[in-house]
């Protein structure tokens, strides 16, 4: 028995080497992973044959024959501990790239892309009575499709394909002669009614008065050079 | 019920009527008289009285239409015992609220753009890359008499556009019902899928609560809606909804009054029809049939006689509809 136990210690030493404890005999020919190796991924799943256009696959015989004349929805259950199921909406049904057990009634079927084309499926999700959007709780969806649902929604009422609810405006009591200086016609201002005269008078050159220009030179004449001319050159471009 | 489809006067108040009278027609109305001096009859305005009586006439007043149950939030159904006394009240009170809900909404040019600038500061150019809008935000005054500029990167200040009024107005003034950028309904090829839903009063009821009246879009909008209904022939949708009127309107100024009067003789609307014609004598005094019915003073089935012999293009159609309209009239009176 101790002999046992010496060989035993001996082959594990072995078989680990410098680092440590030897893999156990059934996982000896496995392949051996480490973080700087790429793990083998599944490969990822084909995309839906009806990936331009979403409306179709809701006439196919495959939906009738997997759904029939119910919502998407209808029959979809939570699994959870107890008899009161979660009162929240599953986040996401793709956890890290793989999808979560029992994904919700969209993510389940790759053919039912929630796009504010296809109107049928959409309108499984409105109430046909109050025109309102199901509850994520009700329906089963997880919140990121359920986000998605709610913006192809408010897209397609916008493009004009769903129904949407029109608040009854009474008609404005303005008047709509258009008098009114804010919105009327006002007369231009005189330096635009005539197209060569500056907005400001100083964006055009003023002569000054001679005695300044007497004054000036009589102040700097030790400095000034000698063919300085009395007008400057008239700057380019006005 | 005793009151429904009761027809009273003409629903537009006289408040809203003096603000929409626009002061071009008064204008033009004092230099004719002035001018020509003998008493030429203007052309008749959508606001006017007798105009806005016949169109209301035309339009009905169906209860169980107005109050149509709509989409909304759930709620248990309320129950009233009442004596036949309030029956009546109630019916009266529903009949004034339903006669709010018809007024009509006004029917304008499209408004002048406007493009006046109010100063050129060429220091400021090249200070600034964006532009910059100034919106006065006074509560107490009408939106029309804000005062909306725009200063460019170039330094010029200007007025700003209609379409810039609007957006700002609604930014800061927020209305019900009106986004700050238009739905993409209201282009025209998404209006088509909105027509063959039959959801033209919606259409018109989002785009009131969208647009102002003298906007571009606002009229555009409008035009294809009647242009689709009289295509195909849809004029049922519109009855007793606030948008007949402008609809009638519409198609009597473009003299395509066939399809209206067709759909009213095979609805036994005869009243209406006499009244549609009528409508189109007022706009058009100078016309043959116009000219016969004043004559003759003709009332009634005549009178649409007349003018199908002499105004209307389909004139087989209108003649087989009278045709079958006076056998029903007939069978129904022997029996």
């Known amino acids: ?238 | 019920m005793a009151a429904l489809g009761s027809r009273g006067s003409a629903a537009l108040p006289s408040r809203l009527r003096a603000l929409w009278a626009l002061p071009a027609r008064r204008a033009l109305a004092a230099d004719a008289g002035a001018a020509e001096g003998k008493a030429a009859p203007p052309k008749p305005a959508f606001t006017d009285e007798a105009v806005q009586t016949l169109l209301y006439k035309m339009t009905g007043l169906d209860l169980r239409k107005v109050f149509r149950p709509v989409k909304k939030d759930l709620k248990p159904p309320h129950y009233k015992l009442m004596t036949e006394a309030q029956l009546e009240e109630a019916t009266r009170k529903a009949i004034e609220e339903a006669k709010t809900k018809l007024i009509m909404p006004p029917v304008l040019n499209e408004r002048e753009p406007i493009d006046d600038v109010l100063a050129e500061d060429k220091v400021l150019e090249g200070t600034e890359t964006a532009k910059y809008v100034f919106t006065d935000l006074s509560y107490s005054i009408p939106h029309r008499e804000r005062f909306i500029v725009v200063r460019e990167p170039n330094g010029v200040l200007r007025k700003a556009t209609w379409e810039e009024r609007d957006r700002m107005i609604q930014i800061f003034f927020p209305k019900e019902g009106r986004k700050v950028i238009p739905p993409t309904l209201f282009k025209d090829e998404n209006l088509g899928t909105v027509f063959q839903q039959d959801r033209h009063e919606d259409v018109l009821n989002m785009c009131i609560a969208q647009f102002e009246p003298d906007s571009p879009d606002y009229i555009r909008v409008h035009h294809r809606t009647y242009e689709d209904i009289e295509k195909h022939a849809k004029y049922d949708l519109l009855r007793s909804t606030r948008h007949f009127g402008g609809m009638v309107w519409y198609l009597v100024s473009r003299k395509k009054t066939d399809g209206l009067l067709i759909d009213m003789i095979n609805r036994d609307l005869l009243e209406d029809a006499t009244s549609l014609i009528t409508l189109y004598h007022m706009l058009y005094p100078e016309c043959q049939s116009a000219k016969e019915a004043k004559e003759g003073k003709l009332q009634g089935v005549d009178l649409i006689k007349v003018f199908v012999k002499t105004e209307s293009q389909r004139e087989g159609y209108i003649q087989l509809a009278l045709q079958a309209y006076e056998e029903a009239m007939a069978t129904s009176s022997a029996s």
């Open chain 1, 1 to 238: 028995m101790a002999l046992a136990w010496a060989a035993a210690a001996l082959r594990a030493a072995v078989g680990g080497g410098v680092r440590g404890a030897a893999r156990p005999r059934w996982a000896q020919d496995l392949p051996r992973f480490c973080s700087t190796q790429e793990t083998p991924k599944d490969p990822p799943p084909a995309p839906s044959p009806y990936q331009e256009r979403p409306w179709e696959y809701l006439e196919s015989e495959e939906y009738r024959a997997t759904y029939g004349d119910k919502p998407v929805w209808h029959g979809y259950r939570r699994n959870h501990k107890g008899s009161v199921p979660p009162q929240r909406a599953r986040k996401a049904c793709l956890r890290r790239g793989k999808p979560v057990g029992n994904p919700c009634p969209i993510c389940r079927d790759r053919n039912l892309l929630v796009d504010f084309r296809n109107v049928k499926l959409l309108d499984q999700f409105i109430c046909p009575h109050s025109g309102v959007i199901f509850h994520p709780i009700h329906t089963g969806i997880c919140l990121k499709q359920h986000k998605r649902l709610s913006q192809a929604i408010a897209q397609a009422q916008d493009h004009g394909l769903l129904w949407l609810r029109v608040p009854f405006v009474p008609v404005p009591e303005e008047d709509f002669s258009n008098q009114h200086a804010a919105v009327g016609k006002t007369p231009p201002a005189p330096a635009l009614r005539e197209p060569g005269r500056a907005w400001y008078p100083w964006y055009e050159w003023q002569q000054p008065p001679a005695a300044e220009v007497a004054r000036m030179r009589r102040l700097y004449r030790g400095f000034l050079k000698e063919n300085y001319p009395d007008n400057p050159p008239s700057p380019s471009g006005k």
